[in-house]
């Protein structure tokens, strides 16, 4: 998909198109319209009977395509049409603001919470807006999140994993501080044993395991429930890691 608006125009006047065909992951030309941020063409499939409603393979809607690609104003355009539920559930029950966090589209995630976007609610996994938008690791958009009502700073995720941790994972050193600088806990530990040294190992980044051995309560040779340290974690893959 181009986003050529004369071309699918065309396609679309010879009436031998199916305006919600799919390709192989179930998608609609709409679909990956929105993805793209061709809302100029996303406005003319609509026109011309593309089904909003309709879901891919995953469970993914028009509206988690669009907070994926972030184009504001396709975002806007989706969020007006009739049928479009702004807290949608798509692949692994996530709704479209995780989606916006996790790639980084701060200006998405505010204008969906401007327009209801519930920030408090988790997927499949257990995790919430917070933990996509520090895996996503902008610190504008974490902060942005921080900064709304309901918001804990310590909730828990994937295998009681706290979104310090995962920013440690990634490799987002930044976000890091930020979530220690508005009082992340340090001390917790995740369902296997692991705490945030034992992540930022895991992510290899030297900068992020600095500043988390500069913190206080953080201990180099603890121990997970395997017994294993940071540096133990670092050298084997003996857990799943979603």
Known sequence: MKGNL????????????????RDVGGRTPVMEAAFRGHGDVVELLVSRGADVSLV???GDNILHCA??????????FVLSLDGVDINSRG?????????AAQWRHRDVVELLVSRGADVSLVDDGGRNTLYWACRGGDTETV??????????INSRGWRSRTPVMEAAWWKHRDVVELL???????????????NILHWAYRGGDRETVEFVLS??????NVRNNYRQTA????????????
Do not use: H
């Open 6 to 21: 004369a071309a699918v125009k065309r396609i679309l006047d010879t009436c031998r198109a199916d305006v919600n065909c």
């Open 143 to 152: 902060e942005f999140v921080l900064s709304l009502d309901g918001v804990d």
């Open 215 to 220: 913190l206080d309560w953080v201990d180099i």
């Open 56 to 58: 891919d393979d995953l």
């Open 180 to 194: 220690v600088s508005r009082g992340a806990n340090v001390s917790l530990v995740d369902y296997d044993g692991n």
């Open 231 to 242: 540096a133990d974690v670092a050298r084997v893959t003996w857990y799943t890691v979603e």
């Open 91 to 99: 692949q692994g029950s996530r709704i479209p603001v995780m989606w």
């Open 67 to 76: 907070c994926r690609g972030g184009d504001r104003e396709t975002v806007e």
